[in-house]
């Protein structure tokens, strides 16, 4: 387990997740959506998040607190995935 490679994860994963909603709205003109605005947003607020509570120093067990930092950040993409579905099929 690599410190680095935590906050990499943390970067690719919700950078991803920011050009998808970028691109449904590139691709989709007609839509100018707020609703994936504030989903963008959302996952902004995600990414501020957990690169701030990886750069905290940890006391105790690391690899429980940075699985468990794994764990908020699979859930919290989920989470945004489904509010992103949604807000397509209207």
């Known amino acids: 387990m690599n410190l680095r490679d935590i906050k990499k994860e943390i970067e690719y994963l919700v950078g991803e997740f920011i050009d998808d909603c970028s691109l449904f709205l590139a691709f989709n003109p007609d839509r100018n959506d707020e609703g994936i605005a504030k989903i963008i947003d959302e996952a902004v607020d995600l990414y501020n998040d957990l ?11 690391k690899k429980a607190y940075y699985n468990g930092l794994r764990k908020e950040l699979v859930e919290g993409l989920d989470k945004l995935c489904e509010k992103l579905s949604q807000e397509i099929s209207k």
Do not use: H
Request: cysteine-free.
């Open 51 to 61: 690169k701030d509570r990886v750069s905290d120093k940890v006391e105790g067990n």
